[in-house]
């Protein structure tokens, strides 16, 4: 073979390369967006909860109001924050410190705690918390098969040349996972 037909073997072999990676790219990219969005749908279910369960321990424990104010204000900074994981992540965590202090609040209430409409909101949140926990780690993980192909050769080349950026993590607190259930030692 001819030095001409090798090194044009060779262009084509590696321009096929970073065509390939490139829409290897798109496509993980394009992943991380739809992961994120299951993310955000769980978060607004649990959005949706909320202004439930603030009621019902607002019927019971009407001097909390310092608590319940905060839980409101932490839920409206949470709903209004918008962008990567990353922005969300900080309001998630005063939502979550929020709902951890009302639940703890809620114990000092032996009459809320036999609610069926409280335990039904508790278990509901629960059921929420975990779905957000599975659509996390589903995120979690595409984002890191998406920066580990940015971070590393040979795809780093093709990751400069396309604009390709690490993506945030989303990292947040479970809300009610350590919570104590009321009346009982066990965890959630």
Do not use: C
């Not at 310092?66 to 962008?83: D, L, Q, Y």
Request: hydrophobic share 45%; proline share 3%.
């Amino acid at each position: 073979m001819s030095p001409l037909v090798i090194a044009a073997a060779v262009i084509a072999v590696v321009a096929l390369w970073a065509i390939v990676s490139f829409n290897r790219f798109i496509s993980q990219r394009n992943l991380i967006a739809n992961s994120w969005s299951n993310v955000e749908t769980e978060l607004r279910r649990r959005y949706d909860l909320i202004p439930n369960l603030v009621e019902t321990v607002g019927g019971y424990a009407a001097h909390e109001k310092e608590t319940m104010t905060e839980v409101i204000e932490a839920r409206a900074g949470a709903v209004a924050a918008h962008g990567d994981a990353g922005e969300q992540a900080g309001a998630e965590n005063m939502l979550v410190e929020g709902l951890r202090h009302l639940l703890a609040v809620s114990e000092d209430y032996p009459e809320l705690v036999a609610n069926s409409h409280f335990l039904d909101l508790q278990r509901e949140l629960v059921t929420t918390e975990d779905r957000i926990q599975a659509s996390r780690r589903l995120f979690n993980g595409n984002v890191r098969d998406y920066n580990r192909r940015v971070e590393a050769i040979p795809s780093r080349l093709i990751a400069a040349i396309g604009r390709f950026k690490k993506a945030d993590y989303f990292e947040v607190e479970p809300a009610v996972r350590d919570a104590r259930r009321p009346n009982s030692t066990s965890t959630l």
